[in-house]
C-alpha cells in the first residue's frame, strides 16, 4: 500500500517487520480519504472537457442568424446547461454499464468504475440526482421547447443497451444527438430549423464519430467495442470521405440560401466557405496521416491550426452581422 510504504523506515530487517502494519490512524484514516476522493471520482465520470460540445453546438444557430439579444443569449445558456446535464446523465450510465469492457481497453480502464475507484452504488445515486435537476431544469424550461433533451436522454438509453453494439448504427446514433442540440438551438430561439444546417451538423459528427472508430480499429480489438467487428479502416475511410463531402456541400448551400446578401457579405460568406473547408481539410490530415481522431473533442480543441480557424470563422460571422 503506498500509505504503508512512506510510513516504513529504512532502517534494520527486524524493524522492518514490526513496521509493515499501518498504525491505527492510518486505518481510521483509509475510508476518509477514500470519502474525498469521491468528488474528484465524480467530476472524472462527467468528463467536463466534453461539455464543450453543447454550447457549440446549440449556440450555432444563435450565431448563423445573428441573434446577439440579452434574451437569446440567455435561452441558449439554459438550454446548454440541460444538455450539459443530460451528457453527465449519459456518461455515468455509460460508465456503469460498460465497466466490464472499460477493464479491456489501456486507456479506459483507469475510468473511475472501471478502475474501481468509485463504487457503483455512489455512481447510481449521482445518476438519479443529475436526472432529478433535470427533469426540473426542462419543466422549467417549458417542455414544448425543450423537447430535445428527453429525446436525447431516450436516444442515449437505446445506445448504451443495444443500438452501440451495432456498426454504422452506432455513429449515426451518436451524430443524431448532436442534431437534437442543433434543433434545441433553434427551438430555444424561437426559430425553424434550417434542413441544411441540420444534414451539415449529421454529416459533420458522423464523419467524427467514424474517425474515433478508425483510430479505434487501429489500437485494440473488437473486444472492447463488439461493432468494430462490423468496421474495416478500408470501409471507414469510403464513409469518412462521403461524409466530409456531404458536410461540405450542405454547410454551402446553407451559407448561400440568403439572398439579401450584399456584394460585401458574399465576399465574406465565401471566405466562411475556405476557412470551413481548411478546417476539414486539416481535421482530415490529423486523422488519416497522424492517425489522430480518438477523442475528437481533444483533437478540434488542442490542435492550433483547427483554433486558429474556429476563432477566424467566428470573426467572420461577427462581421456579417
Known amino acids: 500500500m503506498p500509505g504503508v510504504e512512506s510510513t516504513v523506515p529504512r532502517t534494520s530487517p527486524s524493524r522492518l517487520g514490526a513496521a509493515a502494519q499501518p498504525p491505527p490512524v492510518e486505518r481510521r484514516a483509509g475510508p476518509l480519504r477514500r470519502a474525498l476522493r469521491v468528488p474528484g471520482a465524480l467530476l472524472r465520470l462527467s468528463r467536463p472537457y466534453q461539455w464543450a460540445k453543447n454550447p457549440v453546438v446549440i449556440a450555432l444557430p444563435a450565431v448563423l442568424l445573428h441573434r446577439w439579444t440579452p434574451g437569446a443569449l440567455g435561452s441558449v445558456l439554459w438550454a446548454t446547461a440541460l444538455f450539459t446535464l443530460a451528457s453527465v446523465a449519459v456518461y455515468t450510465l455509460n460508465d456503469i454499464v460498460d465497466r466490464e469492457r472499460d477493464r479491456l481497453n489501456p486507456d479506459k480502464r483507469h475510468r473511475p468504475l472501471a478502475s474501481g475507484e468509485l463504487p457503483v452504488a455512489v455512481a447510481w445515486a449521482y445518476l438519479a440526482a443529475v436526472c432529478a435537476a433535470l427533469v426540473v431544469g426542462t419543466v422549467l424550461a417549458s417542455p414544448e421547447r425543450a423537447w430535445p433533451v428527453p429525446a436525447y436522454l431516450a436516444l442515449n438509453l437505446a445506445y448504451s443497451y443495444r443500438l452501440k453494439h451495432v456498426a454504422v ?45 478508425r483510430r479505434e480499429l487501429l489500437d485494440v480489438s473488437g473486444d472492447h467495442r463488439p461493432a468494430l467487428a462490423g468496421y474495416s479502416v478500408q470501409l471507414i ?40 473547408l481548411f478546417a476539414l481539410f486539416r481535421y482530415l490530415q490529423l486523422l488519416v ?29 461577427v462581421a456579417l452581422s
Not at 446514433?173 to 442543433?182: I, K, P, S, T
Open 169 to 213: 448504427v452506432d455513429t449515426f446514433a451518436v451524430a443524431a444527438g448532436f442534431v437534437l442540440r442543433a434543433v434545441q438551438g433553434y427551438l430555444t430561439l424561437g426559430e425553424r430549423p434550417s434542413p441544411w444546417l441540420l444534414l451539415s451538423v449529421l454529416t459533420m459528427c458522423l464523419l467524427l464519430a467514424f474517425g474515433k472508430r
Open 237 to 276: 475511410d469510403y464513409l469518412i470521405m462521403i461524409s466530409a463531402t456531404l458536410s461540405a456541400m450542405a454547410f454551402g448551400i446553407f451559407l448561400m440560401a440568403d439572398p439579401s446578401h450584399n456584394s460585401a457579405a458574399a465576399a465574406l460568406v465565401f471566405l466562411t466557405l475556405g476557412v470551413s
Open 289 to 317: 496521416v497522424d492517425n489522430g481522431g480518438a477523442d475528437p473533442v481533444r483533437t478540434l480543441f488542442r490542435d492550433r491550426l483547427l483554433i486558429g480557424s474556429g476563432l477566424l470563422w467566428i470573426g467572420i460571422f
